[in-house]
């Protein structure tokens, strides 16, 4: 279990003393809708919900499986590709669809595209997004 | 005369029969769903007949893997496990003061609590029906206690409702109750129920409705001794010259509808819930630590599957050291049961048949997120009353748990802070660690704002950061279940999958024991008969 290739630049180690316990944390990762993820920039909704398995940077993360790094990843030329597998997931990727409107879906999808090292910049639609729904 | 309230208007009467359908429409729903089945357990497995010296290679030392090695062991197969980690347990899963966790990404945490103290960041409670796991805890020496889940002075609290007071969950439940017994028992009595409910009937309703509500004489659910002997008093009675006792007044029924806290009345109604729950005394992996005393010597730790192959005499699966990687190595025998998680298994080579690469690489793992803090008291028995049992919210820690043991201990004590699913799990497991604390911290200090002065550390699990797991359990819908689970429960040439995931009842440890038992039990059948 301490083989995990972590590609992230600076690993937390989370000590928590009393001091600083209360601190307040920032509210700018949604948690609004049980079942909705609220922002709707791209990059907010990377935070709230693409970093939890992608993490920060889209670096990906290995253990006993992975999640593939979003970071220069060629997979995503094609952006019918990252639409399909947000909205209906496959393998370890959960299906994301139902947390996310077509708009959320575009937005993060365009912007995982243009961001971490990617530069494809023929962006996807909303109607694109339509298409992809089962 | 309706208590407490002027006017029932049609969307509160429709809300509140919603609740009274509620919780058979969500059993349905359960059952659909396969969660809410009784366990088909009877008792020990007995695999009659003679393996003849037969080996299998099993993948994972979860409860799943270790059952089938120990059965399999004792009827005389050669047994051999790879585990990933370096422990045995799988998600029967415990943290500790001292423990050190590393998620994906690598996030670290050490966990501070104090001696005794611990969470469970997978299963944490166990129904009494769950038999299998109740009789191998009973073989295998694990001390069981009582897990409190309904607990009437516990909280039900919305920060939309009551000024986002904390209500206790005996007022709710005892007036909810009382109001609508009140509200039928006037519908009876107007002969509103005359074509359902026959005369002879209406009686014994009627009386039914007045002792079910705790309503007076009048069919009323107002202030007085019924009322408040379900919901307790404003004075409780007490002894000598002390004052008299002083009944309490009821919520009214606009605010209890409008409240939404009766959405979390029937929970402990649910079958998986009801009363008597258990739980190890000490920490769940309890059960794992006396499976691991039992097959631990099978077990090679630090093992990553690279791949699984087979042909028609034997499974050969090539694994490295997940410490320190180095040169593949082999192991080989006749027949092999692959516990690994489909989130995990659906990224190595595996041959099976195109059905069961196709169930292994359609079942989502759900999303699922705990939060464990340690405060510096148990304020919650101390100033609250409250001994164990759930405080549920609409926040998105959704619930908070005390701890079911060690009541009145001096020192400190660890809740369970946050416990949440679906959104606001990925939006937690988003977060690092530390951030993830502060949330359920926040948030329960809406529900308890000695949160503020007596919180000492905390510890976090997102189930799809855990790097063994990728994921909570396997997340079966209708449909999935109908085109994948009879391949991915099929034996696949001479590999039987077993686990929550190949249960009806995922995310129990019961549904990863029966789904053992019962690939053991077939896999021996083809073994002794061929």
Redesign the interface.
């Known amino acids: 279990?301490?083989?995990?290739i972590?590609l992230?630049a600076s690993?937390?180690?989370?000590?928590?003393?009393?001091s600083h316990?209360?601190?307040?944390?920032s509210d700018s990762?949604?948690?609004g809708?049980?079942?909705?993820?609220e922002p709707r920039d791209g990059a907010a909704i990377y935070?709230?919900?693409?970093?939890?398995?992608h993490?920060?940077e889209g670096v990906g993360?290995?253990?006993?499986?992975?999640?593939p790094a979003l970071a220069k990843n060629e997979n995503l030329e094609a952006g019918a590709y990252p639409v399909f597998m947000v909205i209906s997931?496959?393998?370890?990727?959960?299906?994301?669809g139902s947390?996310l409107d077509d708009e959320q879906v575009a937005a993060v999808v365009n912007y995982i595209r243009t961001h971490f090292g990617n530069n494809y910049t023929d962006a996807v639609t909303v109607e694109d997004v339509q298409a992809a729904r089962p | 005369m309706l208590s407490g309230t002027s006017q029932l208007s049609r969307r509160d009467l429709l809300a509140m029969i919603g609740t009274l359908a509620g919780s058979a429409a969500m059993y349905q729903a359960m059952t659909t769903l396969g969660f809410a089945e009784e366990s088909p357990y009877k008792g020990p497995i007995k695999l009659d007949g003679d393996p003849k010296g037969a080996s299998v290679l099993i993948l994972g030392a979860g409860l799943a893997g270790m059952v089938a090695a120990y059965e399999l062991a004792k009827v005389g197969y050669k047994v051999q496990i790879l585990e990933y980690r370096e422990k045995a347990g799988g998600r029967c899963w415990t943290i500790r003061g001292g423990d050190k966790y590393t998620e994906l990404g690598g996030f670290e945490q050490d966990c501070e609590f104090d001696e005794g103290l611990y969470i469970n960041p997978g299963p944490w409670r166990i129904p009494y029906h769950h038999h299998a796991v109740l009789d191998y805890c009973k073989r295998l020496g694990v001390k069981l206690e009582a897990f409190v889940q309904v607990n009437h002075n516990a909280y039900l609290h919305s920060a939309k409702a009551f000024g986002g007071k904390p209500q206790r969950y005996r007022h709710i439940n005892s007036d909810f109750n009382g109001h609508v017994a009140e509200l039928l028992s006037k519908v009876t009595k107007q002969g509103g129920l005359d074509q359902t409910v026959s005369t002879e009937d209406r009686e014994k309703l009627l009386e039914a409705l007045q002792s079910w509500g705790a309503l007076d004489e009048n069919y009323a659910y107002v202030a007085g001794d019924h009322s408040s002997e379900r919901r307790g008093f404003e004075v409780d009675p007490g002894g000598g010259q002390m004052p008299i006792a002083k009944p309490s007044q009821p919520i009214g029924l606009t605010d209890i509808v409008q409240s939404g806290l009766w959405s979390n009345l029937s929970i402990g109604n649910l079958y998986e819930y009801q009363t008597t729950m258990l739980q190890p005394v000490g920490g769940m992996d309890m059960i794992a630590k006396a499976f691991e005393r039992e097959v631990g010597e099978m077990i090679r730790y630090n093992s990553k599957i690279i791949s699984i192959d087979q042909d028609d005499k034997s499974v050969t699966v090539r694994y490295e050291d997940s410490q320190k990687g180095g040169e593949p190595q082999t192991a080989t025998a006749d027949w092999c049961i692959c516990t690994v998680p489909f989130s995990i298994l659906s990224q190595i080579e595996i041959k099976v048949s195109p059905e069961m690469k196709a169930a292994i690489e359609n079942l989502p793992y759900a999303a699922a997120v705990k939060v464990g803090l340690q405060f510096k008291r148990r304020f919650w028995e101390e100033d609250e009353h409250i001994y164990g049992g759930i405080s549920f919210t609409d926040l998105p820690n959704t619930l908070i748990s005390y701890p079911s043991t060690d009541y009145h201990s001096p020192g400190k004590g660890v809740l369970l802070g946050a416990y949440s699913w679906e959104a606001w799990a990925y939006e937690f497991t988003s977060l690092p660690p530390e951030q993830r604390v502060q949330k359920a911290l926040e948030y329960g200090a809406q529900i308890h704002p000695q949160y503020k002065d007596e919180f000492d550390n905390g510890v976090s699990v997102g189930w799809h950061r855990v790097p063994w797991t990728l994921g909570c359990y396997g997340e079966w819908t209708e449909e999935k279940r109908k085109e994948h689970y009879q391949a991915a429960s099929s034996i696949d040439g001479r590999i039987a999958m077993a686990g929550e995931h190949i249960s009806y009842i995922p995310a129990w440890m019961e549904g990863a024991i029966l789904s053992s038992l019962d690939a053991i039990g077939r896999l021996h059948q083809r073994v002794v008969s061929g």
């Open positions: 279990m301490n083989r995990i972590s992230a690993a937390a180690v989370a000590v928590l003393a009393a316990a209360l601190a307040q944390s990762t949604g948690f809708d049980a079942v909705k993820i935070a709230a919900i693409c970093q939890g398995c993490m920060p993360a290995v253990g006993a499986g992975k999640y997931g496959q393998k370890a990727m959960p299906p994301l947390y």
